[in-house]
């Protein structure tokens, strides 16, 4: 089926093509420091099929970070189109791209954003109660995520309680709870150890396949690319290339050259309040 570009009712500018559920067009991220422009994007060309797992990978300061937060809505781009879910972002205010975010996307960073005085089944219900859900059924959904990540006999516990691995998995648990049509993750194994590392990222590879989920990941780790359906490289702002690995984690790399490329240490620079991903505008 060929694309076809039509304006809906409420104005929106929306591309029908079944297949696509990301789809970025010469996107150009430019930032100014004083009388300097630096070009965090250059021209990038970029498409996620639905239900797909695609790992973003370069060094540090190439643009993955910033391609991710253009392409889910939380920056806008300096030019170029992005479509999510068939609709061009630059057709939403900032309350409509807040909202579709609530409601269709989960989150999941190297640091948890836990909040420490809440326990995992309140921490997991947060997005849902900003959003306005009821108490009753937010609390519900919230215990049937922690649920599908293995944690509901650790509902009541709060973070300072549970092991790195079990705070990642509320917040892979709180990305659920919207039941979102696709998940973005920076670094989200970037905090674990080996074996950790291994079973979340065997995690969202269940969840992908079982729910139909589309993920999309950055990392600087080949082993979590290693499992994905397809590695976009990046470097200085470009997309240099892409390739099919062989679609299993390799988890002997997990930890080895983790949270690393060419092997100096890079950490995450993504650091977004549960606010700022689910709150209204």
Known sequence: MQSQTIVASNGNHVTQ????????????????????????????????????MVAVMGPSGCGKTTLLNCLSGLDDVTDGQVWLEGVDLATLSDKQRTESRARRMGFIFQVYNLLPVLNAVENVELPLLVSGVKPREARERSREALATVGLERWATHRPAELSGGQRQRVTIARSLVNDPAIIWGDEPTGALDSTNAGEILQLMRDLNQSKGLTLVLVTHDPGVGAGCDRIVRMRDGEIIGEERPTGTFSIGELGVSHGTEDGVAMPSRTLQTTRENYGRA
């Open 17 to 52: 093509d079944p297949e696509y559920m990301i789809r970025a067009s010469n996107v150009v991220k430019e930032y100014r420091t004083g009388t300097s422009t630096l070009q965090a994007l250059k021209g990038v060309d970029f498409a996620v099929t639905r239900g797909e």
